[in-house]
């Protein structure tokens, strides 16, 4: 079984809750290099950038925040080029209101968060995973040992629900759903979550959070 989990926990509270399992830390500040070729900002290049024929950049953040169209600024043709790992986002404090991400370079249409998350961010991950041969390699190695060991893929977020806009996306949880056979299928009509199922999500999360910390409570 293939967990995900905060970098910020406490890594003896992740040892005492996953005592048999492998933990890997799969951010662009891992200590694991292998691990690092998961991370969205990792430079591997040649990515086509979606609806922009002939265009590719150098990662899957590059590409995500080079598309935003801000109050006061357009797309950045500087991000799709990075391969630093490092100043990729930009800021609401300094470039205003995000507005939404350009359909392409040289489209006018924006797209709303969630259009953007389903026709941008989640092919172009997915072409890394398929294509990128050392990418191919780790995912191989890590399915099998799944077979064997749970894991537990440490990420900065945790929200592994593609259709929750409530928070930013876990890649990790994009890793763990293409393992399982379960990663969005292009063609596929999908829509956010409602309010209630939202709602339903939080109890099910607090109610696990109780459950498990009166378990760790026992030892």
């Keep these: 079984m293939i967990y995900i989990e905060s970098k910020r926990r406490k890594y ?5 809750e996953y005592p048999a399992a492998d933990i890997l830390d799969i951010t662009s500040t891992t200590e694991t290099k292998y691990a690092q070729l998961l991370s969205p ?23 995500w925040q080079g598309l935003k169209v801000f109050e006061t600024c357009g797309i950045d043709m500087a991000s799709f080029k990075n391969d630093t790992m490092s100043g990729l ?33 989640l092919p172009t991950y997915l072409w890394v995973l398929v294509n990128v041969p050392s990418v191919i390699n780790i ?6 040992r799944s077979k064997e060991k749970d894991i537990v893929f440490l990420d900065y977020n945790t929200n592994i629900d593609f259709r ?22 292009e063609g596929e009509l999908y829509t956010p979550m409602t309010d209630e199922e939202m709602r339903l999500k939080k109890e099910f999360k607090k109610s696990k959070s109780k459950s498990l910390q009166q378990q760790l409570n026992l030892f």
């Design 41 to 63: 900002f990792y430079p591997h290049g040649n990515i086509p950038i979606p609806f922009s024929p002939g265009y590719t950049a150098m990662s899957v953040e590059g590409i």
């Design 164 to 185: 929750d806009i409530s928070s930013p996306l876990s890649h990790a949880g994009l890793v763990k759903l293409y393992i399982e056979g379960n990663y969005p299928k």
């Design 12 to 16: 003896d509270r992740l040892l005492k």
């Design 139 to 144: 995912v191989s190695r890590i399915k099998e």
């Design 89 to 121: 986002k930009r800021t609401v404090r300094k470039y205003g209101k995000p507005l939404g991400h350009q359909k392409g370079i040289n489209s006018h249409e924006l797209l709303g968060y969630f259009e953007a998350r389903m026709y941008i961010y």
